[in-house]
């Protein structure tokens, strides 16, 4: 597990956005999982404004590693949020983009999603592999749109479930933990003080820290990283940031 910690959100982003380059430079056909959440908002913004130029969007696949049970014109929708930070401000080919559909029938759409990743994704260990799958961390551990109030889904058999927001109820199509956990590289893209005190739970795996969904992620090739900005990074000791 590897931890960056950078200043702001916008030095995590840009960043980010290097390593990300730098990444999927190295292939053909790179397949990465996206998040939502206000710290990917800012990623993608800096990516699409900065460095739209040094990606080869012809090789970019996009997934998601979640998605709200809305119309994809829905403001609380992860694709529209994609659409309108990254996607509508670079070229990259429509058949490249694969987006949960909310708005179909839950349990229906999280079968279907988890059949594409089957049919689409290269196979390791027999399971749909991601290049990368980007993450984001709530302030209650969860990750992707697995709760702790269900995180019996993180160990789910099937790619994805249908999850409920504890707070609203609304209904989300979530990867699960044996894909997520089968990626080349996972990356949390975690900013904010109201973070810091589940990250430290988590990264330094205090007590009561397998009750947060995030604290679950584990890529068998070990390649974790956390990108972090000071504020959520502020209760971690210095040797670890
Ligand atoms: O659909 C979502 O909301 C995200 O996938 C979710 O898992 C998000 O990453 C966390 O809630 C963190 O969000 P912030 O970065 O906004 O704190």
Redesign the pocket.
């Known amino acids: 597990m590897e931890i960056k910690v950078y200043q702001n959100k916008v030095k995590v982003a840009e960043e980010f956005s290097k390593y990300l380059i730098e990444k999927s430079g190295t292939q053909k056909a790179f397949h990465i999982a996206l ?5 990917p908002k800012i990623v993608f913004d800096v990516l699409a404004e900065e460095f739209a130029n040094d990606v080869d969007w012809n090789n970019i696949h996009l997934y998601w ?2 998605e ?1 049970c809305v119309a994809p014109d829905d403001a609380e929708s ?1 694709y529209k949020m994609t659409v309108d930070h990254l996607i509508s401000k670079v070229d990259i080919p429509e058949q490249n983009i694969h987006r949960i559909k909310g708005e179909n029938n839950p349990k229906d759409e999280a079968q279907r999603y988890g059949e594409l990743l089957d049919k689409e994704l290269p196979k390791e260990l027999g399971l749909p592999q991601f290049d990368l799958v980007i ?4 302030d209650d551990g ?4 697995i709760f702790p109030h269900e995180i019996n889904l993180w160990v789910s058999p099937d790619n994805c479930e249908v999850a409920i927001h504890p707070e609203s109820g609304q209904r989300r199509v979530s990867l699960t933990g044996r894909i997520i956990n089968n990626a080349k590289t996972v990356a949390f893209l975690v900013t ?1 003080e109201s973070k810091a005190e589940k990250v430290k739970i988590i990264i330094d795996r205090e007590e009561g820290y397998l009750e947060y969904p995030a604290s679950h992620v584990a890529p068998k090739t070990k390649d974790l990283v956390w990108f972090l900005d000071a504020a959520a990074a502020k209760l971690l000791t210095s040797s670890q940031s």
């Open positions: 998040s939502g959440g206000s710290t590693g979640d709200r992860n993450l984001g961390m709530g969860h990750t992707a749109s904010g």
